[in-house]
């Protein structure tokens, strides 16, 4: 049963903490995203990797980090110099980066909230 | 600069077409339409894409106007199981793989 999983569901945590959101996936995708919800919003680009052992920022990644390493993951760190990092975490991955049809798929979501 | 118009919610009874608008005037010759949608809570799911012929699958039609600055996603019978956002996309075929979600349209089942 192949797809996307992301944990926790929900994730609770102290003013400046680190957090880091796991997402991993099986269906041997290359490219994988992340992307940040808040209410009523649209979704917003932070990180994006092409393949193993690279990622670029996307357009709001200041005060994240992520890694690679491995295909099947692509876990992020939500550091303490986001300013405010309670919403709901979104994690895709798609088939390739190029080309005129690369459906996203996406996790079921991490909502933090930064008490 | 969002490239993308779609009303902010729409109400359709159940068991008719829910016809969704979306309007794109900027839009360029390499970039496709592409429509997810967002039940509550949850990940987006992709519904249909197309370039400029009409499209079809089983959840959806997407129909391309001539001039390709806008179109309309048909759900054919809608259930109370489609209320969601529903998010109209523009993307090149090449190179950038970002997709750039607007608001979308909240689209609300009536039974």
């Known amino acids: 049963d192949g797809g996307i999983t992301q944990s926790p569901k929900y994730l609770f945590r102290k003013e400046g903490q680190n957090v880091t959101l796991s997402c991993e996936q099986n269906l041997n995708h290359d490219a994988m995203y992340w992307y940040r919800q808040d209410p009523g919003q649209g979704l917003r680009l932070i990180y994006y990797?092409?393949?193993?052992?690279?990622?670029q920022k996307g357009d709001i990644a200041e005060g994240y980090s992520v890694s690679r390493e491995k295909k099947e993951s692509f876990p992020l760190t939500v550091t303490s110099a986001q300013k405010n990092p309670t919403a709901f975490y979104l994690c895709?991955?798609?088939?390739?980066?190029?080309?005129?049809?690369?459906?996203?798929?996406f996790g079921p979501g991490t909502r933090l909230t930064v008490l | 600069d969002a490239k993308t118009t779609q009303p902010p919610s729409m109400d359709c009874a159940e068991g008719r077409a829910a016809n969704l608008p979306c309007n794109h005037s900027t839009i360029s010759g390499n970039e496709y339409v592409y429509w997810y949608r967002q039940i509550h809570s949850q990940g987006p799911q992709y519904i249909i894409h197309g370039l400029k012929n009409n499209e079809t699958n089983e959840m959806a039609s997407l129909i391309i106007t001539e001039d390709r600055k806008s179109s309309t996603l048909i759900l054919p019978h809608a259930t109370l199981r489609d209320t969601a956002v529903y998010y109209c996309?523009?993307?090149?075929?090449?190179?950038?793989?970002?997709?750039?979600f607007g608001t979308g349209t909240r689209l609300t089942i009536i039974p």
């Open positions: 895709a991955s798609s088939i390739g980066w190029t080309g005129s049809y690369n459906e996203q798929f």
């Open positions: 996309i523009v993307r090149a075929s090449f190179g950038n793989e970002k997709l750039t």
């Open positions: 990797s092409q393949i193993v052992n690279d990622f």
